[in-house]
Nanobody, 124 residues
Framework: VQLVESGGGLVQAGGSLRLRCATV????????IGWFRQAPGKEREGVAC????????RYSDSVKGRFTISFANAKKTVYLQMDSLKPEDTATYYC??????????????????WGRGTQVTVSS
């Protein structure tokens, strides 16, 4: 399986970006896709996740109400819509897959395959 992130960039505070995670060669009945981020000098943290079974989603408290995760393209693509961006959202964003699960997790150890990341920079 291959995961490819795109859509990062530089945006002013209050702006929006939409990140895309394309899954290549992945065919499991039940799986979860998670978005994580890592800022310099900080631990990688879960931002949002979504389950393929029922598109159930979870969000970290820091992004709840501002970010939206969703499937597209017959669930081969996952988007992370990021609105009302803040400078503290600046990080490298990664998507990851956890197969054989019906409930998505927000912990790094829940996921086995990762993309290479896309950089998001929010200026004040």
């Amino acid at each position: 399986v291959q995961l490819v992130e795109s859509g990062g960039g530089l945006v002013q505070a209050g702006g929006s970006l939409r990140l895309r995670c394309a899954t290549v060669g992945y065919r499991f009945d039940d799986y979860a896709i998670g978005w994580f981020r890592q800022a310099p000098g900080k631990e990688r943290e879960g931002v949002a996740c979504i389950s393929s079974r029922d598109s159930g989603a979870r969000y970290s408290d820091s992004v709840k109400g501002r970010f939206t995760i969703s499937f597209a393209n017959a669930k081969k693509t996952v988007y992370l819509q990021m609105d009302s961006l803040k400078p503290e959202d600046t990080a490298t964003y990664y998507c990851a897959v956890d197969d054989g699960t019906v409930v998505c997790g927000m912990e790094r150890h829940d996921y086995r395959s990762w993309g290479r990341g896309t950089q998001v920079t929010v200026s004040s």
